[in-house]
């Protein structure tokens, strides 16, 4: 049996309408579930859905589902299949498809795996008002291929481990990522792995490593947050802290401090629907 009768044998459903969302470099299929047309496995589904050379390509499949808690519920599914609690620049395209559809107005609530988010969708950008990150650990070693290297780790809503370097466009991204992501440090979930320079004193660089894509994206929501927080804890960057992509986009990251408690964080940038079609 073919993949392609695997898939239909798995999911026997009418064709699947979808749209086409990219958020600063990050790109999404979002499919519209409130009537449950994806059903049974969703994973395979994902993996199916996201192949770039086989289907529509993506580095996500976001779900719209019903929610007794917010105006919608988020499901994110990475490339890989694997369900993930949290996507800061997919719930930012989310929140702008589910205003041009009407499904909610320009202020809203988003039921994730991650807590209630609120989103707000303005002229020309998108808002998420992020969790409060945790798990902070700052300036501690890791063993990579044999050498010992300084990093830190924050949670922003799934893990991510930050280093520092005097130029991001000599990192092998792809190398050091994989290493760091599947690191015996963070077994057995792993993490996502950023690689960050420092530009000015509100403007950074960052170059991200996307666990379950397995590969260096052109953007990352959670892992500019992440970067930026502990840009700003360890070489003084200071919000709102303009995050460069390997894309070129640039992200806004808002947050206070409080001593040791991080809080008020948003997230900011463009977000903006590509394309509608259907998957047969």
Do not use: W
Not at 38 to 65: F, Q, T, V, W
Not at 223 to 241: C, E, F, Y
């Amino acid at each position: 049996m073919s993949p392609l009768q695997h898939l239909k044998k798995e999911f026997p459903m009418k064709n699947i309408d979808f749209t086409k969302a990219v958020g600063s470099g990050n790109d999404f299929v979002i499919i519209d579930n409130r009537k449950k047309i994806c059903h049974g496995n969703l994973s395979r589904l994902a993996e199916d859905i996201c192949d770039r050379k086989n289907s529509i390509g993506a580095d996500g499949m976001l779900l719209l589902e019903d929610s007794k808690k917010g105006d919608f519920k988020m499901r994110i599914f990475n490339p890989d299949g694997s369900e993930v609690d949290m996507c800061g620049n997919g719930a930012r395209c989310i929140a702008e498809f589910a205003c041009k559809k009407r499904i909610a107005g320009k202020k809203m609530k988003i039921d994730t795996r991650a807590g209630i988010l609120e989103a707000e969708v303005m002229d020309n950008s998108v808002r998420l008002k992020m969790s409060n990150p945790g798990q902070i650990r700052l300036r501690f070693n890791l063993d990579i291929g044999g050498m010992e290297y300084e990093v830190n780790y924050i949670n922003t809503g799934v893990p991510h481990v930050v280093r520092f370097e005097e130029d991001v466009d000599r990192v092998d991204v792809r190398k050091f990522g994989a290493i760091i992501r599947y690191h015996k440090e963070f077994s057995p979930s792993g993490t996502n792995a950023n690689f960050v320079e420092v530009a000015s004193g509100h403007k950074i660089r960052v170059r991200t490593y996307e666990r379950g894509v397995e590969d260096e994206t052109l953007a990352c929501g959670t892992g500019a947050t992440a970067s930026a927080i502990i840009a700003s804890m360890l070489k003084g960057v200071k919000p709102p802290v303009e995050v460069i992509t390997k894309g070129q986009e640039v992200l806004r990251i808002y947050f206070k401090i409080d001593k040791v408690e991080v809080k008020d964080v948003y997230l900011e940038g463009g977000a903006r629907l590509v394309y509608e079609g259907r998957k047969l």
